[in-house]
Antibody
Framework: QLQLQESGPGLVKPSETLSLTCTVS??????????WGWIRQPPGKGLEWIGS???????YYNPSLKSRVTMSVDTSNNRFSLRLSSVTAADTAVYYC??????????????WGQGTLVTVSS | DIQLTQSPSFLSASVGNRVTITCRAS??????LAWYQQKPGKAPKLLIS???TLQSGVPSRFSGSGSGTEFTLTISSLQPEDFATYYC?????????FGGGTKVEIK
């Protein structure tokens, strides 16, 4: 059974960089044709797609966050990462790592991590 | 970006009731609309893709329909485990976007 697990600091200071890692188990991140990505959900609010990547390193970001987002993949350790720079309180959210079952950034999201709350506060 | 508007944003229903949730897209998305269920403190779960394709393991009381700009999620007979928040998501164009959610509570 495929499992995704987010890890990283739960508290980040304003203007600093949020960094999260998603470790995949029960399957290979290099398996075609899946994309892997990040979605966030501010407390009590809706869902926002942040970006997705392919194991080859191709990345696709939400235009609303593109200037601050970097995603990368580590196939040797079966994991991928998110970096979000210059964070503000508006970036406080539960961050989910996800899998997309088709080789398209516009595909659905069929596997989700449990989510990790990141709070931006001094 | 394609905007998705869900209605209602909140509904109160009893076990056994038939429930319908609507999702309207700001532009045509063919049949590329998915539905998710989220329970408190949990990640969303994919229920339906391409408007009406039920995912493996999802009870048949869930169904989806629609195309173009108007879509519906129907729960034919609401069960206690169905009380949750439901989100639609368009998987037609970049960036993928979600509706604002519909919270289904016990009456």
């Amino acid at each position: 059974q495929l499992q995704l697990q987010e890890s990283g600091p739960g508290l980040v200071k304003p203007s600093e960089t949020l960094s999260l890692t998603c470790t995949v188990s029960g399957g290979s991140i290099s398996s075609s044709p899946y994309y892997w990505g990040w979605i966030r959900q501010p407390p009590g609010k809706g869902l926002e797609w942040i970006g997705s990547l392919y194991y080859s390193g191709s990345t696709y970001y939400n235009p609303s966050l593109k200037s601050r987002v970097t995603m990368s993949v580590d196939t040797s350790n079966n994991r991928f990462s998110l970096r979000l720079s210059s964070v503000t309180a508006a970036d406080t959210a539960v961050y989910y790592c996800v899998r997309q079952p088709f080789p398209s950034v516009t595909a659905t999201f069929d596997y989700w991590g449990q989510g990790t709350l990141v709070t931006v506060s001094s | 970006d394609i905007q998705l508007t869900q209605s209602p944003s909140f509904l109160s229903a009893s076990v056994g009731n038939r429930v319908t949730i609507t999702c309207r897209a700001s532009q045509g998305i063919n049949i590329y609309l998915a539905w998710y269920q989220q329970k408190p403190g949990k990640a969303p779960k994919l229920l339906i893709s391409t408007a009406s394709t039920l995912q493996s393991g999802v009870p048949s009381r869930f169904s989806g329909s629609g195309s173009g700009t108007e879509f519906t999620l129907t729960i034919s007979s609401l069960q206690p485990e169905d009380f949750a928040t439901y989100y639609c998501q368009q998987h037609s164009s970049h960036p993928p976007t979600f509706g604002g959610g519909t919270k289904v509570e016990i009456k």
